[in-house]
DNA sequence: AATCAAAAATGACCACGGTCAATTACAAAA
DNA sequence: TTTTGTAATTGACCGTGGTCATTTTTGATT
């Protein structure tokens, strides 16, 4: 009886996904194909499947780890003081989404989750956003910056609806010269949060 | 020299639409196969992608119409007289998105744009849409029941947002017996039409 | 009626994600 | 060393959306 998965096996794992990111690296994330990734990695597609659900899987944990890098930048970056820093915060995850609606689609695919699979690190980085974003949107509220008549985990989760509406805008427009989510989150962010004099 | 479509193509295209709409009634939208499509419209399958850019282009025409239908009822309901009664006036539309993820994923998609090709019947609901909220929270500042310090259409589009939140949160969860969208959405909007005392 | 160019329809074909019964590699037991 | 049960891998195969060179239909022109 074994339970823990071999080493063999990790192995493959980390080559599939090594190779993915390579592949990602050189057509981006829309380029991706399974077929490729097998080829690449030496192994048959049937192996593949059975490291990662489906391609959205494999997708999930490269998007994944991405955003969990990009919340490291967030939280390294600190708190901000009022709402007009808030969104330059969040500036970042608007660029990165923003350059691949396939990273948008899985993103908000997976993100409303509560349930961790092991695997979910998407999941994981959508509970972490959250909660940082309240306790940021917490000190604020305390500072007397932003509205304090709703619970920090509201506003937050409101945010993330901005985010995403800005977004969903963002890739139905031919994106030429358009003003850039980052841009178009501003007043949302600011009449969401503004305090309630 | 003709330009108007020939009368036996616009007959081929209601087929095709009478049809699939009869399948969607019979299996739901998760369950509309382009073969089974053309199978019983009697007609090859080259022929549908003549007449729609690809299922999801047959599948706008027969979403928008529906969305145009609860838009009709919306607008027949009349122009709500707070907030809370706002809920329940976009609680029809919830109530059809929430059936299926496909329904779903499909507004999102094509809702963002604001250039409308002919088919885009999606396209031209959600401009309907979000005209009819601009329309309703004017009314609704004028009585002085909700926030005016922001322009209407901000707050409707910012509507748009929390409805995709909360509709994106209902289809990650497995909904046995969660709150249902329409209940979900509630806090969102109180919070953010509240009138700034 | 015969001719012909444009419109419409056709269906063999392809791409790509995903499945699963069969096979191979491995480690512990005999 | 051989046996054996299980973990891991394989690759032929499938379903389904979508393409496009070819054929058929149509209606105006002679």
Redesign the pocket.
């Known amino acids: 009886?074994?339970?823990a998965?071999?080493?063999?096996?990790?192995?493959?794992?980390a080559r599939l996904l090594e190779v993915a990111a390579a592949i990602v690296q050189e057509q981006g994330y829309s380029g991706?194909?399974?077929?490729?990734v097998?080829a690449r990695a030496?192994?048959?597609?049937?192996?593949?499947?059975?490291?990662f659900?489906?391609?959205?899987?494999?997708l999930a944990v490269l998007i994944g780890d991405e955003v969990m890098r990009l919340l490291d930048g967030m939280e390294a970056a600190g708190a901000p003081q009022d709402a007009a820093e808030l969104t330059v915060r969040l500036a970042p995850h608007l660029d990165y989404v923003s350059q691949d609606r396939v990273i948008f689609d899985l993103l908000l695919r997976y993100s409303g989750t509560t349930a961790a699979e092991p695997d979910e690190v998407v999941t994981a980085g959508f509970i972490r956003q959250v909660a940082l974003l309240s306790r940021w949107l917490q000190l604020l509220q305390a500072a007397g910056r932003i509205r304090r008549d709703q619970p920090p985990e509201l506003l937050a989760e409101g945010i993330q609806a901005f985010l995403n509406h800005v977004l969903g805008v963002w890739f139905c427009l031919e994106h030429d010269d358009e003003t850039p989510p980052a841009k178009a989150l501003e007043p949302y962010l600011l009449a969401w949060l503004q305090p309630a004099p």
Chains 1, 2 share one sequence.
């Open positions: 009886m074994t339970r998965p071999q080493k063999r096996r990790l192995e493959t794992r991706l194909r399974v077929e490729d097998v030496g192994v048959a597609k049937g192996t593949l499947f059975s490291h659900r489906d391609k959205d899987g494999l």
